[in-house]
T-cell receptor, first 113, second 114 residues
């Protein structure tokens, strides 16, 4: 069964550093999403991305965050200057153009120290 | 605006017992409702979804859920729990079945005791 792959599975970074979280979508999927889950809290929508541009973003997704598909395959989430409160599990999800369910990756656990 | 509340962050059942995980939603438009499961070190996997067709929805692994508009609920059930059902379960709502933007509940951890 096709799956969404996220790397790394766990990243520890110092406050103020930039991090890039990577997602390899299912091959024919064209809609991409990032979610995060702070420990003990809800899974929260961050951003949706289609046709090389952001289609929707939440209020969480401020100027510290950016997304792109740098090489037409990987889908990345960049946090420019990490804060302690960015520590969370980050999930990538992708969906085909024909609609239907979103498929989620296994997540990247980001720890900011 | 839409929101989801899952009652009970932890539920413990014995193997073979009924599983009932509760989910209530709030939505100003007709909702589309989903249950996802997350096994340890894995991604979120869709169990089932309600898309305004039948109110009783059957999913994978013997799970089902019933949409009750009058109660704004979408509780997940399974008649007989297996040890392999131990996982975290998330209820989610969206304004469309054709979207990846979901509003999630806080999740319920299901423990299955032998």
């Amino acid at each position: 069964e096709p799956e969404v792959t996220q790397t790394p599975s766990h990243q520890v970074t110092q406050m103020g550093q930039e991090v890039i979280l990577r997602c390899v979508p299912i091959s024919n999927h064209l809609y991409f999403y990032w979610y995060r889950q702070i420990l003990g809290q809800k899974v929260e929508f961050l951003v949706s991305f289609y046709n090389n541009e952001i289609s929707e973003k939440s209020e969480i997704f401020d100027d510290q965050f950016s997304v792109e598909r740098p090489d037409g395959s990987n889908f990345t989430l960049k946090i420019r200057s990490t804060k302690l409160e960015d520590s969370a599990m980050y999930f990538c999800a992708t969906r085909s153009q024909t609609g239907g369910q979103a498929f989620f990756g296994q997540g990247t656990r980001l720890t900011v120290v | 605006a839409q929101s989801v509340t899952q009652l009970g962050s932890h539920v413990s059942v014995s193997e073979g017992a009924l599983v009932l995980l509760r989910c209530n939603y709030s939505s100003s438009v007709p909702p589309y409702l989903f249950w996802y499961v997350q096994y340890p070190n894995q991604g979120l996997q869709l169990l089932l979804k309600y898309t305004s067709a039948a109110t009783l929805v059957k999913g994978i692994n013997g799970f089902e859920a019933e949409f009750k508009k009058s109660e704004t609920s979408f509780h997940l059930t399974k008649p007989s729990a297996h040890m392999s059902d131990a996982a975290e379960y998330f209820c989610a709502v969206s304004h469309s079945s054709n979207t990846g933007k979901l509003i999630f509940g806080q999740g319920t951890t299901l423990q299955v005791k032998p």
